[in-house]
């Protein structure tokens, strides 16, 4: 208890003074990319092809930016989006080929008929992308969740070409209806979709994904998961780093097999959720995990592979919501504090040069990950 007492007043004296670089271990900055801007409730930056920047605020805002940070709003749907705590416009994705065919997917929660719903949906850009069209909007796949939390969120275009969904357990606590562990739902699962179709389908299912020939729903590309909260390919050898966020001790890192079966809810990170004894084998463990002294929620971030900062080359970039921390690791190695930044770290972005930069959820700010 002394211990934790301890580290609750280190953590409060950074989160009172969160501009300063703390520590005499930090091997890196925080330097502001907007300076003066602070966005509402910001969960994600995507670079455009040309450099300009689509900031997504929860709340069902996406703002246009370009790098003199001169801002414009380029889509609201606020109307159509069930924001508050895990709930909102969570994700924005583009295209692989967006610059020739201005498409642009988004990922919110809306409410119907009284019941929480995933949305992800699909628009179209004008002018290049200076307006998002929401007369556009058509959907690609809607999810029915259970409770208000864990609703994941994060779409990716993976470098297949294929989209990628994460979505969490559907949330409550502990996992209530069992759906990290059951292919037969959505829920607690990475999806992965062909939706590069002609034939008027909003998607359809890549041929290898692993239960198309059975043994579960056939979007699904991995599961075991409780709340994916950001996940990326390494823009070098295409893995797939994730982040899951833990229930009451542990949060984790893992590096996403096709069919994999991440644990939840028998494990929680390497540990058995409930009990002394559980099953292990099957479940493939975090490649890192760390426990709720140093954080209470884990937000996944990149590999690093820029040229500014050399001493990260390699290192994989994921932080805590609560603490501000910011840890690299690489496979099979222990993982390394970058910063305790008291940032509210809601997620992390990569910009054309593979160069870094987190969101603070806190003051609405956007950095850049730079050298000390
Ligand atoms: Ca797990």
Not at 96 to 116: A, I, M
Not at 146 to 160: E, S
Not at 319 to 344: M, N, P, Y
Request: with cysteine; proline share 4%; hydrophobic share 35%.
């Amino acid at each position: 208890m002394v211990v934790r007492s301890v580290q609750a007043i280190f953590l409060s004296v950074l989160l009172s003074i969160g501009d300063v670089s703390w520590g005499a271990d930090s091997r890196v900055k925080l330097q502001p990319l907007f300076p003066g801007k602070h966005f509402s409730a910001p969960v994600a930056l995507i670079q455009r092809p040309d450099g300009n920047w689509y900031l997504v605020e929860q709340t069902g805002v996406v703002q246009l930016l370009d790098s003199a940070g001169n801002s414009q709003v380029a889509l609201d749907i606020t109307n159509r989006v069930r924001y508050g705590g895990e709930r909102g416009l969570l994700d924005l994705a583009l295209h692989p080929e967006f610059q020739r065919n201005g498409r642009v997917f988004l990922s919110y929660t809306t409410e119907r008929g009284g019941q929480l719903v995933s949305v992800i949906s699909e628009l179209n850009s004008l002018d290049q992308g200076r307006g998002l069209d929401r007369a556009s909007e058509r959907e690609i796949l809607t999810v029915g969740q259970p409770y208000g939390n864990h609703n994941g969120g994060h779409i990716a275009f993976g470098p297949d070409g294929y989209l990628y969904i994460g979505l969490g357990d559907g949330g409550s606590a502990g996992d209530p209806q069992g759906n990290g562990q059951n292919r037969l739902t959505l829920l607690g699962a990475l999806l992965r979709l062909d939706v590069d179709t002609k034939a008027g389908k909003p998607y359809v299912i890549p041929s290898d994904n692993p239960f198309i020939r059975g043994g579960g729903r056939p979007e699904l590309f991995a599961w075991g998961l409780r709340n994916p909260w950001r996940w990326s390919f390494d823009a070098l050898t295409g893995d797939l780093w994730l982040a899951d966020v833990g229930q009451d001790d542990w949060e984790e890192v893992n590096l996403i097999r096709k069919g994999g079966n991440y644990g939840w809810n028998i494990r929680e990170g390497a540990h058995c959720y409930k009990g002394e004894n559980c099953r292990q084998e099957d479940l493939i463990p975090p490649v890192a995990e760390y426990s709720h002294d140093l954080g209470c929620s884990v937000t996944g971030g990149f590999v690093y592979r820029g040229k500014a900062i050399p001493d990260l080359k390699g290192l994989y970039l994921y932080g805590d919501f609560c603490s501000g921390r910011i840890w690299g690791v690489r496979v099979g190695e222990a993982a390394q504090l970058l910063l305790a930044s008291g940032k509210r770290i809601s997620s992390f972005a990569q910009d054309r040069d593979n160069e870094l930069y987190v969101l603070d959820y806190g003051k609405g700010e956007v950095f850049r990950i730079t050298t000390r």
